[in-house]
């Protein structure tokens, strides 16, 4: 029989990351990436098997950026048109209040993401670009969004509730949402496969570290805190976004810097984290300037582990102790002096890093703790694509 084939798409504002794969066995047919679209001078890579394809060319939309990745699927001996692709499924970003679930898209489901577009006017906007452009080049396939706010929607009132005015929070729809809540949840649920434990038996706290990064607490499998709230600009210091700050900071910089609402959203969300501190967004490279002395670096590095042991501390209290402490994503799964120094000196709490096993060039699941360490400490490579891919073959089978 041939391999169930599910497209995973996630678009951004001029980009489309996407994904063919078999839900299953995770095997992964194609992917590739299109960028820059929309600003002129285009580009897809786009890779089949050992083979890897790259074009430049203009590309107008985000229709246009699909149909240029079906014809390298096409020139790759797979159209998609034929292929027998049983669902698509969409990373969407924020699904409020309202998607707590993966949901079949449909004209009403779309039209709420578009409202949703005020919690998140960056990202959903991106994400209904994309839903429509494969909704017009596959128009009999079904549609699936998954949704990044899904997994936390259950937090507990005291985590997500913001201390504002109640009415104005209700009105406007503000409280704490979580981001990444399907790399939480596939990754907790490794740890569990892992550990050969039931989810419901573990307390976990699992760090996403990528260019976005967020951190969460679970107990018994259901997340008790999140460090994203309302937007993904809360929480651990990132890439380029600020995470934490003093919320005066914003009317400080109005009054005195006379910056406007785009300025600020520019400074916190593109211009903050790392690279405002630092002038780079990219770990190695930061390890590179720090290696060369540069006390920006250096203390940028710092600042973004304070913050990890930050949150690490208030999730241990919350949770009353912890079972597993896992990493994951970009710098997370690759860099060993970040997980070691988040988690240095904290023996009295069962918690340590086997400096081996921590440098070990291993990339799959992996315990990094010591043997018989009262806390497993693991790195878990993250695949949102694969999780998008079984939440929408779930909820497309049930149809
Ligand atoms: P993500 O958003 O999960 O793709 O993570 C992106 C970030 O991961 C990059 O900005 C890098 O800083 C970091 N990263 C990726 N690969 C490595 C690596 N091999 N070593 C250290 N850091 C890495």
């Known amino acids: 029989m041939e391999p169930a ?13 996407y994904q063919l794969l078999d839900p299953d ?39 246009a950026g699909l149909r240029l990745a079906f014809a390298k699927f096409a020139d790759t001996g797979q159209d998609l048109t ?18 707590y679930r993966p949901t079949r898209i449909d004209d009403r489901v779309l039209r709420t993401i578009t409202e949703l577009s005020t919690l998140a006017p960056l ?3 991106a994400n209904i670009r994309g839903i429509e452009a494969v909704r017009t080049l596959l128009p009999d396939v079904p549609q699936v969004a998954v949704f990044d706010t899904a997994f936390f929607h259950g937090l507990p009132e005291a985590a997500k509730t913001y201390a504002i005015d109640r009415q104005i929070a209700e009105a406007h729809g503000i ?65 380029t976004r600020s995470g934490d700050l003093d919320p005066g900071i914003i ?13 600020i959203d520019r400074l916190l969300n593109r211009g903050s984290g ?8 990219d770990f190695r490279e930061l390890r590179r300037r720090i290696e060369s002395g540069d006390p920006a670096a250096r203390s940028a590095y710092d600042v973004y582990v304070h913050r990890l042991r930050h949150y690490l501390g208030a999730y241990l209290i919350e949770l009353g102790g912890v079972d597993a402490i896992t990493f994951t994503a970009g710098v ?30 291993d990339r799959g699941a992996r315990r990094i703790s010591p043997a018989g360490a009262e806390v497993q400490v693991l790195v878990v490579p993250t695949n949102e694509e694969l999780a998008i891919a079984r939440a929408a073959v779930a909820v497309t089978g049930n149809d």
């Open 5 to 17: 084939r599910v497209l995973v798409v996630n678009s951004g504002s001029s980009s489309i990351k």
């Open 25 to 63: 066995s995770g095997k992964v047919a194609a992917s590739g990436l299109v960028e820059r679209i929309g600003e002129g001078g285009g580009a897809i890579e786009h890779t089949a098997g050992e083979h890897t394809v790259t074009d430049q060319v203009d590309i107008p939309d985000h229709t």
């Open 82 to 99: 034929t292929a027998g692709i049983t669902a698509v499924g969409h990373r969407v970003v924020h699904g409020g209040e309202v998607f």
């Open 123 to 125: 990202h959903n906007p």
């Open 175 to 239: 409280r704490r949402y979580g981001f990444h809540g399907t790399s939480h949840e596939y990754v907790s649920g490794r740890v569990a496969e892992f550990l050969g434990r039931a989810p419901g038996s573990l307390n976990q706290i699992v760090f996403h570290l990528g260019n976005g990064a967020s951190v969460s607490a679970l107990r018994g499998g259901s997340p008790v805190d999140t460090s994203m709230g309302l937007t993904p600009l809360e929480g651990l210091v990132m890439g």
């Open 251 to 263: 009317l400080h910089l109005m009054r005195t810097a006379h910056l406007d609402i785009d300025g």
């Open 274 to 281: 790392l690279r405002g501190m630092a002038g780079v967004n």
């Open 332 to 361: 997370g799964e690759n860099n060993a002096e970040v997980r070691a120094d988040a988690l240095a000196g904290l023996h009295r709490f069962g918690i340590a890093v086997d400096p081996e096993l921590n440098t070990a060039a």
